[in-house]
């Protein structure tokens, strides 16, 4: 039984985290998607608000489940009794921070794995940060989130952007 973990800021979860959740859902027998904050980075929406919406757009894989955590992500695997952590790559630019995180968690603990898995192509430019700026100024983010928490979305950065 091999249990990975897909970990992330998910602030707010896209349609490339939805493309990967799906097939590590198939690679793995059970897939948690964990809500991590990244200490790099400000949050727009808070843990509680990421969480329900990645239960929303994950309650159709029977093997996926949703938690939060704070503290470093080897811990947690730990805890959760999860021998692999996958990561999504899109482009190069991502891969110097993941090679350096999966360096640094190995390190940490040698029983954990990280794999990652190629963006489908046609997610290679969405990210959180692209959603956020997008949305920000009204643009059309339709594609780019899933259909289940668009509204929810384009609501939460109006609402701070009229704040
Ligand atoms: O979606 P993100 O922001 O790229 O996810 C990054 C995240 C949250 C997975 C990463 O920052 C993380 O693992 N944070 C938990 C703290 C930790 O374990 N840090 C050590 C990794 S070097």
Known sequence: MVRAIYPGS?????????????RASRAFDHLI???????????????????????????K??????????GLLVDYADKVNASIIVK?????????????MALANRKLNSKVETLFMMTNNIYSF??????????GYGGNIRDMVPKEVHQIIVDKINSVKNA
Do not use: W
């Open 10 to 22: 998910f602030d707010p979860v896209t349609n490339g985290h939805l493309d990967i959740i799906e």
């Open 33 to 59: 998607v964990a809500v991590l904050e990244n200490p790099r980075k400000v949050s727009l929406f808070k843990m509680e608000e990421r969480v329900a919406m990645l239960k929303i757009i994950t309650k």
């Open 126 to 135: 969405v990210s959180s940060s692209i959603v956020k700026e997008v949305a």
């Open 61 to 70: 894989f029977s093997n996926v489940n949703v938690d939060s955590y704070n």
């Open 88 to 100: 999504g790559l899109r482009a190069v630019s991502d891969f110097e921070i993941e090679f350096q």
